[in-house]
């Protein structure tokens, strides 16, 4: 009895903890920042933020501070704050962070259950007034150097004290080692039964020399050397490079589908109508910033293996993310599912080599998958029910498909749920509530929040052992030797 009331305890205690915080009625520091000609278009921004809170709708996604409320943050941008020298430099970066507020705020205000008390384009205006300002006000430079906005983590303290996380840690390798070695076992066998190929529609005819081009360009275009595309050009990317999707097929939960609301309260994947989600991030490798190509699949559930399988229940997903080198060329090959977990990384180039296992940190699937002559196409085996990754390979020709529907990541942040309203897959905590797990009654010891639940970008904690966030913008650095 002790021990179920001191679990349901820290349950209690790390729901309310992963809670936004309160955006209080005043911020100081706002007034230390701002001048008194930005008051109105700061109070406007923050009020509408106090707004998206109190309603439940405030999006996850990325790292909202209120002191800078034209401003929303990721991993990687957060990554550069020190080493922003030059007005230039500066400029770009402001570029990046508020247009991810931009995308966040159209996703919150479409999100609103009641928007009537705010005008949309007064808000981007208010917006775009500010980051022009931005470039020119020591005092916001100064309090981002001075105290840098938190990035959310996947990981409950309070979890791991009252788990005894320093014991459970190496009561639970062995199980992780032994599931490491299941996955690793998938590689060298056949595929099961039934198996369909999907894949993108219209593969644009792009070729290595205009790739090549593109991403010089846009380096030297770059006060940073960020290869960034126009958004032409990262679509053209996207589908040159999807993936075919090979899935083992036994069950309706086989079929991958579109993330749909049928009705105002409730998601599921309807797979009739079989997608593919993508975005686009970056990441950072030994002096380069390298694009990433991110391809989502959804699934209605995962099947149970078991009249007891605390890792079954509704929804199932993986993440496909391939990351190319400094010419646009595939490099790497990682992938999670939709809730963190198994992390499996895939070197492309023969110039990467695997860096030594930290036993202090849980260590990915790492794999070498090169590319044979004439191949020209990744192909991802899925294994049915689980949906674990089996095999990567290159093709050399051509295979029959069915097609993917191709839509933006994005969508899932605003999804209709009703003929005017509309509502994100994921709640204020970046959880898909429909798809918790029983593993997480007992595997909260090891401090990640409600494992096996399905999340949204940004708070991918991909490491029982330690911590490790699938977005962490120094990633591959501590997973591969220097080239």
């Not at 923050?46 to 991993?75: E, M, S, Y």
């Not at 959310?152 to 004290?161: E, I, M």
């Not at 049928?262 to 593919?276: A, D, F, G, I, N």
Request: with cysteine; net charge positive.
């Amino acid at each position: 009895m002790v021990r179920l009331l001191t679990l349901l305890v820290c349950l209690f205690v790390t729901a309310c903890a992963s809670l936004p915080e309160p955006i209080p009625d005043s911020i100081p520091a706002q007034q230390h920042i701002y001048t008194q000609s930005q008051a109105s278009c700061v109070d406007l921004l923050t009020d509408f933020k106090r707004t998206v809170q109190q309603q439940g709708v405030q999006d996850a996604q990325l790292t909202w501070d209120p002191r800078f409320p034209h401003l929303a943050f990721d991993r990687f941008s957060l990554s550069w704050l020190f080493e922003l020298t030059g007005r230039d430099s500066k400029r770009q970066w402001l570029d990046y962070v508020s247009h991810q507020a931009a995308v966040q705020r159209q996703a919150e205000y479409q999100n609103l259950p009641d928007n009537t008390a705010y005008a949309f384009n007064r808000l981007e205006l208010c917006a775009a007034q500010l980051v022009s300002r931005s470039l020119y006000q020591p005092a916001l430079w100064s309090a981002l150097i001075a105290e840098p906005p938190q990035p959310h983590s996947g990981y409950a303290t309070w979890q791991r004290v009252l788990g005894l996380y320093p014991v459970t840690q190496h009561l639970a390798r062995p199980s992780i080692d032994k599931e490491k070695r299941r996955l690793i076992s998938h590689f060298i066998q056949p595929v099961e039964g039934y198996a369909i190929r999907y894949a993108a529609d219209d593969r644009p005819a792009l070729d290595r020399s205009q790739i090549q081009v593109w991403f010089r360009q846009a380096r030297e275009k770059s006060a940073l050397s960020w290869p960034q595309l126009s958004s032409v050009q990262q679509q053209s990317l996207l589908s040159y490079y999807a993936p075919v999707f090979q899935v083992e097929t036994r069950s309706k939960d086989d079929f991958p589908g579109q993330v749909q609301y049928v009705t105002p309260s409730q998601p599921e994947v309807v797979s009739r109508k079989p997608t593919l989600y993508t975005h686009v991030s970056y990441t950072r490798f030994y002096g380069q910033t390298l694009m990433q190509l991110n391809y989502s699949l959804w699934f209605a559930n995962r099947t149970a293996r078991s009249g007891f399988d605390p890792y079954a229940g509704r929804f199932d997903g993986v993440l496909i993310r391939l990351t190319l080198d400094a010419d646009g060329q595939p490099y790497i090959l990682d992938s999670i599912h939709h809730c963190g977990c198994y992390h499996m990384v895939f070197a492309l180039s023969p110039t990467l080599t695997f860096a030594a296992m930290d036993n202090k940190v849980e260590w990915p699937v790492a794999l070498q998958v090169y590319k044979g002559p004439r191949a020209d196409k990744l192909a991802v085996t899925l294994s049915f029910g689980e949906h674990m990754v089996k095999d990567v390979q290159w093709l050399r020709h051509d295979v029959r498909t069915r097609s993917l529907t191709v839509q933006p990541y994005d969508q899932l942040r605003s999804l209709p749920a009703g003929t005017s309203h509309n509502k994100s897959l994921f709640n204020q905590q970046a959880m898909l509530p429909a798809s918790v797990r029983a593993e997480r009654f007992y595997l909260w010891p090891l401090g990640i929040k409600s494992p096996g639940t399905q999340r949204q970008l940004g708070h991918h904690a991909s490491a029982f052992i330690g911590q490790r966030h699938f977005d962490e913008a120094f990633l591959f650095e501590t997973l591969f030797n220097k080239p």
